[in-house]
């Protein structure tokens, strides 16, 4: 099921971007993934387009929108392949064409887009906070 994100998902959702980072950012240290967790703990309390891909009452993976532009998909590795992350990729494409960056060195996430018809459209050697990992900038298909 997806559904809009409540506030008392929050906890959740920061514990699921840690488990996936650290699973799929092989390019990260653990001090790095220390040092963006408040970032992240910041952004998840204060976005305001937030969707978690749910059974029950166990979320396991969200997605955070501005507008047309995917700023975060996340999936708890533990569920990962089970199509939680297409289900929520789903859920936002009448917004469609989707934008988004992913990092070049998480080559499962690049190759996870591109078997949903994502196309390169560019690179950046730094990601959007000017950190020196680069991202490939990536276009959804147009909708049907």
Do not use: K
Not at 18 to 46: G, K, N, S, Y
């Amino acid at each position: 099921m997806i559904r809009p994100a409540a506030p008392a998902d929050r906890p959740r959702l920061l514990a699921i971007w840690r488990d996936a980072v650290t699973a799929t950012h092989a390019f990260l240290t653990p001090t790095q993934i220390d040092a963006l967790e408040p970032e992240v703990r910041d952004w998840l309390a204060t976005a305001s387009d937030l969707m978690v891909s749910s059974e029950g009452q166990d979320v396991h993976g969200f997605i955070g929108m501005t507008g047309a532009c995917v700023d975060a998909l996340f999936v708890d590795p533990a569920v990962h392949g089970r199509g939680h992350g297409r289900a929520l990729l789903a859920a936002v494409e009448a917004r469609a064409p989707l934008v988004l960056d992913v990092n070049e060195a998480n080559p499962a996430a690049v190759a996870f887009y591109e078997r949903l018809g994502f196309v390169r459209t560019g690179r950046s050697p730094r990601d959007s906070a000017g950190r020196p990992f680069p991202v490939l900038h990536m276009r959804g298909p147009d909708p049907i």
